[in-house]
């Protein structure tokens, strides 16, 4: 249902779509937020920040692509916390969604490791032989 929602761009699903990314299951969170990143409206925000904290490294990673499209400067401190992220895969999209945000946030964030040596932590995955 989610996708279909981001298809018709109805910006009045921000319950509808609030309730989905609690959701049990991983994947309907996933679709829930990427849809609420396909629709573009800023109160969906805090969603995308409270997904930042999801369980499920997947989800994480589209709240991260997702503010990358509003370049809210409040983004920026849940994004710098994402940079020290377990899994690569998130690291990279929060750095993708800050330098999307222009030159303030490398004077901010300077401080900051964006990427990390993969073989320092066990996440990232490798092509199967």
């Known amino acids: 249902m989610a996708p279909v929602v981001a298809r018709l761009r109805i910006t009045t699903a921000a319950e ?14 996933v679709k829930s937020v990427k849809a609420a990143a396909a629709i573009g409206d800023p109160r969906f925000l805090e969603i995308f920040h409270s997904r930042l ?3 499920s490294w997947p989800v994480r990673c589209q709240a991260a692509k997702g ?9 920026i401190p849940p994004l ?7 899994q690569w895969w998130v690291r990279f999209y929060a ?16 401080r900051y490791v964006i990427a990390r040596n993969p073989r320092d932590h066990g996440d990232r995955q490798r092509p199967r032989t």
């Open 95 to 110: 750095a993708t969604a800050l330098a999307s945000m222009g030159g303030g946030v490398a004077q901010t964030q300077g």
């Open 16 to 29: 509808l779509l609030s309730s989905f990314t609690t959701d049990m299951d991983p994947e309907i969170r």
């Open 80 to 86: 710098a916390k994402a940079l020290r992220d377990r």
């Open 53 to 55: 904290e999801d369980p």
């Open 67 to 75: 503010l990358s499209a509003f370049g809210s400067s409040a983004s």
